[in-house]
C-alpha cells in the first residue's frame, strides 16, 4: 500500500512541477516578445530618425542630387534638384529619361563605368527659369549583387556663366571704345608726320581732332576707374546732409552753357529737401543724367528736373526730356556698362557709354534706386530715390 501511494504523491508533484515550469516558460516567453517588441520599436525609431535626419540633409543642400538604381530609374532625389528643374510630381521609381527628360544625362550616364567612375558635363535649362547646371556623375559600388547605381549631383554655375559672359563683353566694349578714338589718333598724326604739318588750315583742324580723341580717352579711363572702385566697393562713400535744390543749381549752373547752345531749356521744380548723400557722388549722378537729357533730347527741346518726398521717407528725383524716347526693350538695359540706345548717335555726341551705370551704382550704394519711363516720340524721365536726412537739432551741441 505504501508503493501506490509514493507513485501517487510523485504523480502530484510532477504535475505541480510542470505547472510551476509551464508558468514560468510562459513569463520568459512573454518577457522575451515584450523585449523583442521594445527591441523591434526602438529599431524602427533609430530608422524612422535617421530617415528624417537624411531627408533633411538631402533638402538642406543648395546642390541639387539624385541617386539611380541599377537599372537606371530614380531611387532618391532631393528638393533643391526638383526646384532647378520646375518638378511639381513624385519622380521615384522612373527612368531617368523620364523623370528630366535631358538626353545629355543619358548620354552622361551611359559613359560611366570601370574604366570611367567619374564623368562631368554642363546643360543648360530654361524652364522654370534659364540656368546654367554642372552636373558631376559617379558610379555607386555595388551592394546588391544586381549592380553599380550612379549618383548625379546638380550644380548651378549660372552666376559663374554671367560673370564671365559680363567680363568677355566688357573687354570686348573697352577694346572697341579705345580703337576708334586711337585709329584717328594715329592717322591724324601720321598724315601730319608726312607733310601736313606744314600747312596751317590742315594741321590746326587735325590737331583739334586729336585733342578731342584723346579727351574722349581721358573721360572713358576716369569713367572706367570710377566704375572699378564703385564695383569693387572701393570708392568710400561719405554720408552728410546735402541741400537738393542747392546742388541742382549748381549742376545747371554748370550745364547751361552746353544747353544754350543746343537751344535747351533747363527748369526745375525741387522743394526745400535735404538728403542724405555724399555730395560729390550726387552731383555726378545729376551732371550725368542732365547731361544725358541735353544730348539726347530734342533740338531746341526742354529739360525738367524735380523732386518729391515719398512714404517711405525717400526723395525721388526725375528728370525729364522731350526726345525721341528709348524703345520699351531698352529700357532694362539703359544702366547697363556700354549699352547704347543708338550707337551711331551716342558716338557723335562724345559719351563713353559708363555714364548711366555709374549713375546706378551709386544710387546702389546710397540704398537708394534707379529706374527709367519712356513713350517714343514724347521723350523720356529718369528717376532715382536717395534717403531724405536725418533731422538736425542744431541747438544740441555737436558730438565731442
Not at 549618383?151 to 554655375?157: A, T
Not at 544725358?292 to 529739360?303: D, L
Not at 557723335?348 to 555714364?355: A, K, N, P, V, Y
Amino acid at each position: 500500500m505504501l508503493w501506490p501511494t509514493i507513485v501517487f504523491i510523485l504523480a502530484v508533484a510532477l504535475v505541480v512541477l510542470n505547472a510551476r515550469w509551464r508558468d514560468r516558460l510562459l513569463a520568459a516567453e512573454k518577457k522575451s516578445a515584450a523585449l523583442l517588441k521594445a527591441t523591434n520599436e526602438e529599431h524602427e525609431r533609430n530608422r524612422l530618425r535617421i530617415e528624417r535626419q537624411q531627408a533633411a540633409m538631402l533638402n538642406g543642400m543648395t546642390e541639387g542630387l539624385m541617386l539611380l538604381d541599377p537599372h537606371g530609374r530614380v531611387q532618391l532625389s532631393n528638393r533643391a534638384l526638383a526646384s532647378l528643374f520646375g518638378i511639381a510630381d513624385d519622380i521615384q521609381s522612373r527612368p531617368l529619361m523620364e523623370a528630366l527628360r535631358r538626353h545629355e544625362l543619358g548620354e552622361l550616364v551611359k559613359s560611366l563605368g570601370r574604366d570611367n567612375p567619374l564623368a562631368t558635363t554642363e546643360i543648360r535649362i530654361t524652364h522654370p527659369t534659364e540656368r546654367w547646371l554642372e552636373v558631376n556623375a559617379a558610379l555607386v559600388p555595388d551592394t546588391s549583387g544586381t549592380g553599380p547605381g550612379v549618383v548625379l549631383v546638380f550644380h548651378d554655375v549660372t552666376g559663374l556663366k554671367n560673370v564671365e559672359r559680363a567680363r568677355k563683353d566688357f573687354v570686348a566694349n573697352v577694346s572697341h571704345e579705345l580703337r576708334t578714338p586711337l585709329s584717328l589718333i594715329k592717322g591724324f598724326v601720321e598724315t601730319l608726320l608726312n607733310g601736313a604739318v606744314n600747312n596751317p588750315d590742315v594741321s590746326e583742324k587735325f590737331l583739334r581732332t586729336i585733342d578731342r580723341n584723346a579727351e574722349r580717352l581721358r573721360l572713358l579711363m576716369e569713367d572706367l576707374l570710377t566704375i572699378s572702385k564703385l564695383e569693387s566697393g572701393r570708392l568710400r562713400i561719405q554720408i552728410e546732409p546735402v541741400s537738393l535744390p542747392d546742388m541742382v543749381d549748381k549742376v545747371i549752373s554748370d550745364l547751361t552753357p552746353k544747353a544754350a547752345a543746343r537751344g535747351t531749356g533747363l527748369r526745375y521744380e525741387i522743394p526745400a529737401l535735404v538728403v542724405a548723400a555724399d555730395p560729390t557722388r550726387l552731383e555726378q549722378v545729376l551732371f550725368n543724367l542732365i547731361d544725358n537729357a541735353i544730348k539726347y533730347g530734342g533740338s531746341s527741346g526742354h529739360v525738367l528736373i524735380s523732386a518729391r518726398l515719398t512714404e517711405n521717407q525717400f526723395v525721388e528725383c526725375s528728370v525729364t526730356d522731350d526726345g525721341p524716347g528709348i524703345p520699351a526693350d531698352a529700357l532694362e538695359n539703359v544702366f547697363e556698362r556700354f549699352y547704347r540706345v543708338d550707337k551711331a548717335r551716342s558716338r557723335e555726341q562724345g559719351g563713353t557709354g559708363l555714364g548711366l551705370s555709374i549713375v546706378k551704382h551709386i544710387i546702389q550704394s546710397h540704398e537708394g534706386r534707379v529706374w527709367a519711363t519712356s513713350e517714343p516720340g514724347k521723350g523720356s524721365t529718369f528717376f532715382f530715390t536717395l534717403p531724405l536726412a536725418p533731422d538736425l537739432d542744431l541747438e544740441d551741441p555737436p558730438a565731442p
